[in-house]
């Protein structure tokens, strides 16, 4: 097993539901993937090892936080590829 294998980052899992949240019936796979890659990249890191510990370890109020970030940082996401996409 690989070390990478071996951990995940919390804010994937968050920004996934973001863009199920946000999905509109025009988005293709490609965009979806670059709005992904947008907003994690303008999201902290929070990686863990087993999502019980996680889940055991985080306040209802930061998990309640990182759900809103991670909402923001999709809408913000959005824009910036729509702005930038190439013909």
Known sequence: MS?????????ERL???A?????????TADF????MCVALNRL????????IDMMFYLGDEEL????????AAV???RG???GHQRE
């Open 32 to 35: 979806l993937t670059d709005v």
């Open 75 to 77: 809408k913000d996401a």
């Open 19 to 27: 863009i199920d949240a946000t999905r509109e019936e025009a988005d």
């Open 15 to 17: 920004v996934v539901d």
């Open 3 to 11: 070390l990478r294998d071996a951990i995940d980052n919390f804010y």
């Open 44 to 51: 902290p890191t929070r990686y863990y090892r087993h999502s």
């Open 80 to 82: 910036f590829v729509r």
């Open 64 to 71: 309640k936080e990182m759900k809103q970030k991670s909402l």
